[in-house]
């Protein structure tokens, strides 16, 4: 696809052992995994959102797709705030 084509919304899954990996584009702007709410940036309402589920294994909050959602992926929402 050319560089200079603006994409409205892309999505892409990719099925990567056992656990789904979306990429989201929008108007050439990637969303980062950690960015759970789709919203661009990675903040406390992403934070509010794995703290939510805590015990589930919802793949959506799961970011580092080990089958569960727990304070692993809190961490790792918190170190890529920005």
């Known amino acids: 696809m050319k560089n200079n084509i603006n994409l409205v919304i892309s999505i892409i899954a ?19 995994i950690y960015d759970v709410n789709l919203d661009g940036k990675v903040d ?6 794995v703290r939510d589920n ?19 992926d809190l961490t790792a929402i918190r170190n890529h705030f920005g």
């Open 14 to 32: 990719l099925l990567i052992s056992s656990s789904i990996l979306i990429i989201l584009v929008q108007r050439n702007q990637e969303f980062s």
């Open 44 to 49: 406390n309402a992403d934070l509010g959102l």
């Open 54 to 72: 805590i015990g589930t294994s919802n793949l959506q909050y799961d970011v580092n797709h080990d089958g569960k959602v727990n304070i692993l």
